[in-house]
Structures are given as structure tokens and as C-alpha cells.
């Protein structure tokens, strides 16, 4: 039986290591060492590690601390994101020769659907394969893909044979491809739901599927009609040429930990001001303020809060700020305070469609 919503053939293109292999490149140098971009001070944060320092456990989001112990070889480099910028202009550009409908999730990938392409080529691998060969020959750089029937999966495939590969999961393949997967792979699944999942028998693919749209409404809200669907191949969602943001956001760390509200407020108004100044920028409102804070410890903690209404002025989003900011007890010294605005006046609302399994007899030449 044929599925009743289309079949798409839909690229994920991912760069490895990328702003970790640009400055390899522009530096040979620094070829086949461990090298982490970030800032290499108390606070710094890295920003993208090599794959050399990978052996090592460095990985993005570290604190350069906990980088440098891991692997005291590593060599530090300052981040250079308008080299990043220009480079990744040029790895677009490739994109749009084979079709318009590209979706960038950062400067490093993007979606693609191919389904219909400037080419006039039916197989999505075959494309795949001949971008990330024009990538490595006009960049001099890696690049690593993922294809199948919808943006989900093929994010998860890109993964599979990194660095410099990649993975095709034909429509007949998608079931069985979910039913494997370890649940810590889905994509969207982090630890903290991954852990929950665990304690609740489900470790992979093929447990979710055997719980009920009940059980996981129960357990997981509103995402619970997501693993619902996503564990049986369905995902609607279409390859946005200009993605509308869903939140907008401005944080800052600081160079020591703060324990005094007062000296935190005073952060937070420069904060909300550059979150105003982005917001006009974009003409976007919004009307849930969250407060993120990040302890001395490094765990994270955010609070959030709706308006009845659209706000997108200084004085607003501060004033709800300090409200979450004052609404429970500090549990450590602060080393990170954001302000971010979601529930924006830029969001669509869509048709609830029906589920439905695939057939695992699909033909479509991928």
C-alpha cells in the first residue's frame, strides 16, 4: 500500500569538525594535531575541537579547563567567524546548483530536498556523493551526508559514517533502521530524556515503538506524539528555504562567578538590551521570556514565563527577567546569565496530520 503523504528524498549535509578543519586548512601547520577553537582563559569555552582532540574526549561546549586536562597537547586557536562565514557561502553555493529548497541549520549544514533537483537526477546518494566530492575539491574540505525519506532520519544517518562518508536509508530500510537504533541516537533525545527513557524499559527504537500514544503522552507531554510518530517514519516536516526562528536569544559568561542578585541584574540589562537591539532588527516579538542560568558547578537551569501579549522592548523582557530571576533561591555562584524569547508572532500554526506507518514496500529510487 502506498503511503498517504509524499515520499521525499531529502539530504543532510553536515561539515566535520568544521571550523576546526578551516583553520587547519589555512594553517598547515596545524594539520594532524589536536587543536580546540575557543578561548584559552578560565572561562574559556571551546567552540569546535579537531578530530585529533577528539580521541582525546575534547568535544564542543567543554570548558577549556577540562579540554586542556584531557589532552595537555592541545593547541588552542582563536575563533574566526567571518572566515567561517565566507567559507560556508561557498559550500551553499554548490547547494543551490542542484536545488533551491536548502535549509541551513548553521554555518556547518543544512538540509536539502532533491526530491525534484536542477540536475535531473533521481538518486539522492548519487547527488550527495558528487556535492561532498565538489566540497573537498573547490574547499579542500570534508564534508559528511545523510539521505532518506525525511529530515529526521537523514540528520541521524549523516552521523553514521563520519568523518567524510556517508549513509542512505532507502524508504524499504526505515523501519527496520528505527526499530535498531540505540534511543541515545534519536535525534532531539538528549541525556536527561534518554535517562527517563531508560528507566521506563526503553533502550531502543523497537521499545518506543511498543508504547502506546498514551503512555508516551503521559510520560513526555507533548513531545510524546513526536517519538510516536518519528519512531514509525513519519515526519512532516518540509526543508524551509528561510527558516523562521523559533526563539531569539542573547547570553553572556563572565569572567568571575557572580553570588550577589545585584550585580546579576546589572547584567541582565545589558543583556536585554542586545536581545532588544536583535529583536528590532528582525521585527520579531515574542511572549515567553526564559532565563537561563549556568552555576559555578556548570549545571543549567532555565525559567521561563508567558505574557497574554508580545513584548519585545528592554524594559519588558528585564522586568520578566528579574521576576524569574527572583523567583526561587540561587544554588551556587552564577557563571552564566541568557535571556531568550520564544512563542514568537513569526510562528505558524500547523494541520494536526494523520499518522500512519509506512510500507516497508515502497519504491522510490533513492
Given amino acids: 500500500m502506498e503511503p ?13 569538525a568544521f571550523y576546526a578543519s578551516v583553520e587547519q586548512l589555512d594553517n598547515p601547520h596545524l594539520r594532524g594535531k589536536p587543536i580546540a577553537v575557543g578561548g584559552n582563559s578560565q572561562r574559556g569555552v571551546v567552540a569546535a575541537a579537531s578530530y585529533e582532540a577528539r580521541k582525546f574526549g575534547v568535544r564542543s561546549a567543554m570548558s577549556s579547563i577540562v579540554a586542556k586536562r584531557n589532552c595537555p597537547e592541545l593547541i588552542f586557536v582563536q575563533a574566526r567567524f567571518d572566515r567561517y562565514k565566507e567559507i560556508s557561502q561557498g559550500i551553499r553555493k554548490i547547494f543551490y546548483d542542484y536545488t533551491d529548497l536548502v535549509e541551513p541549520l548553521s554555518l556547518d549544514e543544512a538540509y536539502l530536498d532533491v526530491t525534484v533537483n ?3 537526477n533521481p538518486s539522492a546518494s548519487l547527488i550527495a556523493q558528487e556535492i ?10 570534508t564534508a559528511s551526508a545523510g539521505i532518506s525519506i525525511n529530515k529526521f532520519i537523514a540528520k541521524i544517518a549523516s552521523d553514521y559514517n563520519k568523518p567524510n562518508g556517508q549513509k542512505t536509508v532507502n524508504p524499504e530500510e526505515v523501519l527496520s533502521f528505527l526499530e535498531a537504533l540505540e534511543i541515545r541516537k534519536f535525534y532531539g533525545v538528549g541525556k536527561v530524556t534518554a535517562d527517563k527513557m531508560y528507566s ?5 527504537g523497537k521499545d518506543l515503538k511498543r508504547k502506546s500514544q498514551a503512555f508516551l503522552d503521559e510520560n513526555f507531554g507533548k513531545a510524546g506524539n513526536h517519538y510516536y510518530n518519528v ?15 523559533k526563539s531569539v536569544g542573547a547570553e553572556r559568561t563572565f569572567n ?8 546579576m541584574i546589572e547584567r541582565l540589562e545589558h543583556i536585554a538590551q542586545e536581545l532588544e537591539r536583535r529583536l528590532k532588527k528582525s521585527e520579531i516579538a515574542g511572549k515567553t521570556v526564559t532565563l537561563k542560568i549556568k552555576y559555578s558547578d556548570f549545571t543549567l537551569q532555565t525559567r521561563s514565563k508567558t505574557l497574554p501579549y508580545f513584548i519585545a522592548d ?9 521576576e524569574l530571576l527572583y523567583q526561587e533561591t540561587m544554588q551556587n555562584s552564577v557563571r552564566l546569565l541568557g535571556i531568550s524569547l520564544s512563542n514568537l508572532n513569526t510562528e505558524k500554526k500547523e494541520t494536526p496530520q494523520e499518522t500512519k506507518e509506512i510500507s516497508i514496500q515502497l519504491k522510490f529510487d533513492f
Avoid: C, W, Y
Fill in 118 to 120: 536542477k540536475k535531473g
Fill in 132 to 141: 561532498r566530492q565538489r566540497i573537498f575539491n573547490e574547499l579542500q574540505l
Fill in 200 to 204: 521506563l524499559g526503553i533502550f531502543t
Fill in 314 to 322: 528592554k524594559a519588558l523582557i528585564l522586568a520578566t527577567a528579574k
Fill in 256 to 263: 568571575e562567578n557572580l553570588s550577589s542578585e545585584i550585580f
Fill in 4 to 16: 498517504d503523504f509524499p515520499l521525499r528524498k531529502i539530504i543532510h549535509v553536515d561539515m566535520d
Fill in 231 to 245: 519512531v514509525r517514519g513519519i515526519h512532516h516536516s518540509e526543508v524551509k528555504p528561510h527558516r523562521i526562528p
